[in-house]
C-alpha cells in the first residue's frame, strides 16, 4: 500500500480544514489507518485510528471532539476533518496504515506512512 497524504496548509485559528489520504497498490480492505503529526522540536504524537471496517474510531486526547476521521473504502481514501483548530494544531501531519484488524496509538507499530503535508494554523 502506498498512501499520498494531501490537504494541509495556512488557517487561521478557529478554522477548519480537511487532510486526504488516498491509498493505492493493493485493496483497502483490511489494514487500519490513522493519523500522527510531528511539530518543531516535538515528538510524534498521535491523532486518531480508523478501524478496517470504518465503523471505529479513536482519537488522541488533544484533538478529541475537534476531529473526525473516516474512510471511504470505495475510493481508497481516508480523510480528517479537522474543526476548531489552534496553533498548537500545526504540524506536519502523516497518515498512516497497517495490516491488522487491531487498530494502535503507537506510531512504530505502523508499516506504511504517506510523505506528510503541512497544517499552520496563525494566531
Known amino acids: 500500500v502506498q498512501l499520498q497524504a494531501s490537504g494541509g496548509g495556512l488557517v487561521q485559528a478557529g478554522g477548519s480544514l480537511r487532510l486526504s489520504c488516498a491509498a493505492s497498490?493493493?485493496?483497502?480492505?483490511?489494514?487500519?489507518m490513522g493519523w500522527f503529526r510531528q511539530a518543531p522540536g516535538k515528538d510524534r504524537e498521535f491523532v486518531g485510528v480508523?478501524?478496517?471496517?470504518?465503523?471505529?474510531?479513536y482519537y488522541g486526547d488533544s484533538v478529541k471532539d475537534r476531529f473526525t476521521i473516516s474512510r471511504d473504502v470505495a475510493k481508497n481514501t481516508m480523510y480528517l476533518q479537522m474543526n476548531s483548530l489552534k496553533p498548537d494544531d500545526t504540524a506536519i501531519y502523516y497518515c498512516?496504515?497497517?495490516?491488522?484488524?487491531?487498530?494502535?496509538?503507537?506510531?512504530?507499530?505502523?508499516?506504511?506512512w504517506g510523505q506528510g503535508t503541512q497544517v499552520t494554523v496563525s494566531s
Open positions: 498512516v496504515a497497517r495490516q491488522s484488524s487491531r487498530p494502535s496509538i503507537r506510531w512504530e507499530e505502523y508499516t506504511h
Open positions: 497498490g493493493r485493496p483497502f480492505s483490511g489494514y487500519v
Open positions: 480508523i478501524s478496517e471496517s470504518g465503523r471505529g474510531t
